[in-house]
């Protein structure tokens, strides 16, 4: 079955820095790759996602990118902001009759 | 508002009690899940349903069962509470892609 690593698990940037966030997969069929954005006490929230057609995908200040051949996908968020703290989890799935399967999460802390 | 709801939000039991949190999504979603989190750390799938008396088990052994006899209703039910179940619990659902919402979560204490 599908594996999902992620790293690093914790990450602190200045704010106004830029913040990365990988992860590798392991099953080649998996073709959706969301991220998702957990604040203190809240549920997780999709912020963005990418199909395996697409290379990269911006919104404002995240983008996801992806390298199917060496089966890893990255979320950029530039001029981070304090706000952006939180714990950000990726995923993965073939699309098909299979849970997504989540990496263990990265806590970002923006410091102002 | 399309969403998914979870009751009780937040409960404390005792030792060997049952318990059935509560999930339902206004969403008409054929997929729900129950996941359990402990605060900020690693998602567990524990169940889940791609649609009426269908469920399977997730990765996590666990001492839960679930039902699915109606499309937005996923109830999941712990027949004897122990303070190793003391998490949060997490419903979700998706449409026929795989995107996943979440619900807010229902916060369970067992002491």
């Known amino acids: 079955g599908e594996n999902v690593e992620q790293h690093p698990s914790t990450l602190s940037v200045q704010e106004g820095d830029s913040a990365v966030i990988k992860c590798t997969y392991s099953d080649s069929a998996s073709n959706y790759f969301p991220w998702y954005k957990q604040e203190l006490g809240k549920r997780p929230q999709l912020i963005i996602d990418?199909?395996?057609?697409?290379g990269e995908k911006k919104d404002q200040r995240i983008a996801v990118t992806l390298n199917k051949t060496a089966k890893h996908f990255s979320l950029h968020i530039t001029e981070t902001q304090p706000e952006d703290s939180a714990v950000y989890f990726c995923a993965a799935s073939d699309s098909g009759n299979t849970p997504l399967v989540f990496g263990k999460g990265t806590r970002l802390s923006v410091i102002a | 508002e399309a969403d998914i709801y979870q009751t009780p939000r937040y409960l404390v039991i005792g030792t060997g009690k049952k318990i059935t949190l509560e999930c339902s999504q206004t969403?008409?979603?054929?997929?729900m899940y129950w996941y359990q989190q402990d605060p900020g750390m690693e998602l567990h799938l524990i169940h889940y349903?791609?649609?009426?008396?269908?469920?399977e088990k997730g990765d996590l052994s666990s001492e839960s069962t679930v039902s699915r006899i109606r499309t937005e209703h996923f109830p999941l039910t712990l027949e004897s509470a122990r303070p190793s179940h003391t998490s949060q619990y997490l419903c979700a659902s998706s449409p026929r892609g795989n995107t996943i919402y979440f619900g807010e979560g229902s916060w369970l204490t067992v002491v």
């Open positions: 969403m008409g979603h054929d997929k």
């Open positions: 349903s791609y649609g009426v008396n269908s469920t």
């Open positions: 990418i199909r395996s057609n697409v």
